[in-house]
């Protein structure tokens, strides 16, 4: 096993939150999945999922341009409640 750190619960809002130690080397926003076992919880990291920040390259491609709404071509379709797509008859 690795080091062992302590850490406090503290009410945020009206939910409870975890301070992580700085020890850890997780940064400000990064996402972990908390796990209720059958001792205790696990707290680990979520893997690959690191977002790209698009805002530092606006202007970067002059010659790519959104398309107007009138350009646009978007096909209709049917879907039922949850957000399948239906058949198509005929």
Do not use: C, Q, T
């Not at 009410?11 to 996402?31: D, F, H, Q, V, Y």
């Not at 696990?42 to 920040?53: A, L, M, T, Y």
């Not at 202007?59 to 058949?87: F, H, N, S, T, V």
Request: aromatic share 6%; net charge negative; proline share 7%.
């Amino acid at each position: 096993m690795g080091e062992e750190y302590r850490a406090k619960i503290f009410k945020s809002g009206n939910s409870l939150a975890l301070r992580l130690p700085k020890a850890l080397g997780l940064k400000e926003g990064a996402e972990v999945v908390l796990r209720e076992e059958r001792r205790g919880f696990s707290v680990e990291p979520v893997d690959g999922e690191e977002k790209i920040d698009l805002s530092g390259i606006a202007g970067a491609l002059p010659w790519l341009k959104p398309i107007p709404p009138e350009d646009r071509e978007i096909e209709e379709r049917a879907l039922d409640w949850e957000g399948r797509r239906l058949r198509r008859d005929g």
